[in-house]
Structure formats: structure tokens, C-alpha cells
């Protein structure tokens, strides 16, 4: 049976989604890596090929453990208007700079290619990019990311800020696309920048799913748990013979999330889970 596997892994502040479609290809939506229990590279280290390789946008909390993975087979690489920012803006810390390098060297060598990832009716994968994006500010880059199969759908969205959704929003296309979301990988790990309630007006998930490390004074404005709680449906998860229902969930609490989609249109969610197979 055809399955859809996507994981949002615990990789501290920072995002590291790993997706293996029905189709038979794979896709990897940024590679942070800033203290959490997984390691991009580590938990690649069986994968030899990646059909697609997307950094969301230039952050290097989106990308630290890019050097390891430039070392894969990689046959698609996005990252949008990376060369129109500064080292400056793109680097966190005063050792970013080779993380950079490796950045910059796969955008030359390694273009898009949309056929790495197949589609077809069942499964869909499709990408939207902000037009409004300020140069000082890597994250107003951050592309959109939806993957949808057998009627499930799953929103990816970097660090887009609200007014990267309000713009994107004027897009009846990406209005149409984000129609039925299941499962909303909120953007900039639950700050409130990323709190769109224009978006909402279009779509209503189940689960809203946020990444980040646990709250100390580097991070302590990353805590819109109960604003996105208040936009989601929620989901019932059942643990010890007792049912609970959930509409956020964190890699801060929960670990790493695992998502299975069935042909069928049915889905399930395993916290504290890596992978499934």
C-alpha cells in the first residue's frame, strides 16, 4: 500500500522535515540543527540520494548541518534568492561562515528540477515563493511548501512572518491550494510574527505542529501554543488506554512527530516517533 511519511524531527531551534512520498521519492525541507535529540546527517546517514533538497530560506537554523548533507547525491536544490542576501544577515553565529560557503556552492551547482519529486492525481506536491521580501530579513523568503495525497494535506511554512501571508493570500492559486489542511507545520517555531489570522480565514487544520527547543531567554517569544490551539480542530491521541485531544503539538514536548497518510485518505500521527517503518 502506497504510503505517504513525513517527520518533523527534534533538532533543537530549527527545522528538519524528511518526507518519503508515495511515489517512491524523497524530500528534505531544511536541516537545522541546534541541540535537539536528532541530527540531520546522523538520521540520513542510510540515504545516500535525496530527490530534493529545499532550504526554506536563508537562515542558518534552517541549514546547519548543510555541509554534512551537500555531501549526499542531491538532484533538485531551492533555495530562493539566496544570493541577494549578505553573509551578514544569513549567519547566526560567528561560525556560520563555512555553513554558508556549503550553501552557496549548492545553489550554483545544483538547480531546481521539478520532475525529481514525481506527482501525480493521488499525490501532489506544490511550492509557493513571497513576492514582498525584504532583504534585511531572510525570513519574509521563507517559501510555502504543501504536500497533499489522497485528499490529506500538510502546510510547511519557514519563517514566512504575516506579511508574507497576507500577500500570498491575494494568490487565488495558493488560496485554492491551501483549501483542506489537515496539518499546519506553523511558521518561525510559534513565534507571534508568523500569527496570520488572514490565513485562517481560508483554511481550518486539525493540527497545528510547532518546532523549537525548550523555552529559555533565547527563545521565550516563541510561545503562540495557545493562539494557534484556538484556530484547530483537533485530533485524538490515545495513550495508556486514555484519549486525550490535541491541536498543537512541539518537537519541545512531543520529540520528534511522525505522520503516515494511507491511499485511502486516512492518517495517523506518533509522537515521540522518528520513523515508522
Keep these: ?9 527534534n533538532v533543537g531551534h530549527g527545522d528538519f522535515i524528511y518526507a518519503e512520498t508515495p511515489l517512491g521519492n524523497n524530500l528534505v525541507i531544511d536541516c537545522g540543527n541546534d541541540g535537539g535529540d536528532v541530527s540531520p546527517s546522523r538520521f540520513l546517514e542510510k540515504v545516500s540520494k535525496i530527490d530534493e533538497l529545499q532550504i526554506s530560506h536563508p537562515h542558518t537554523d534552517h541549514f546547519g548541518d548543510i555541509i554534512e548533507i551537500s555531501k549526499k547525491t542531491i538532484n533538485s536544490f531551492r533555495c530562493i534568492s539566496l544570493e541577494k542576501f549578505d553573509d551578514e544577515v544569513i549567519g547566526r553565529q560567528n561560525n556560520d561562515q563555512d555553513k554558508i560557503n556549503a550553501l ?9 528540477n521539478n520532475s525529481a519529486v514525481s506527482c501525480d492525481n493521488n ?7 513571497p513576492t514582498n521580501i525584504d532583504y534585511t530579513d531572510p525570513n519574509t523568503a521563507s517559501c510555502v511548501t504543501i504536500l497533499s495525497y489522497a485528499g490529506f494535506k500538510m502546510l510547511f511554512g519557514g519563517d514566512l512572518p ?11 492559486n495558493f488560496r485554492e491550494a491551501i483549501k483542506g489542511v489537515n496539518v499546519f ?28 527547543k525548550p523555552i529559555d531567554e533565547t527563545n521565550k517569544n ?14 485524538n491521541f490515545t495513550k495508556n488506554g486514555i484519549i486525550t485531544t490535541r491541536k ?3 518537537t519541545r514536548n512531543d520529540g520528534s512527530i511522525f505522520i503516515e497518510v494511507y491511499d485511502d485518505g486516512k492518517w495517523s ?3 515521540n516517533t522518528t520513523w515508522r517503518l
Design 1 to 9: 500500500m502506497p504510503i505517504l511519511k513525513i517527520s518533523v524531527l
Design 104 to 112: 552557496r556552492v549548492l545553489k550554483e551547482i545544483i538547480a531546481p
Design 123 to 129: 499525490f501532489w506536491r506544490s511550492i509557493f515563493y
Design 162 to 172: 504575516d506579511s508574507g501571508w497576507i500577500n500570498l493570500l491575494k494568490n487565488v
Design 185 to 212: 507545520k506553523v511558521p518561525h517555531h510559534g513565534r507571534k510574527e508568523g500569527c496570520s489570522s488572514e490565513l485562517f480565514k481560508y483554511m481550518s487544520p486539525k493540527l497545528c505542529v510547532i518546532s523549537d
Design 222 to 235: 516563541t510561545v503562540a501554543t495557545d493562539w494557534y490551539a484556538k484556530h484547530c480542530t483537533g485530533i
Design 248 to 250: 498543537v503539538v512541539s
Design 269 to 271: 500521527v506518533y509522537l
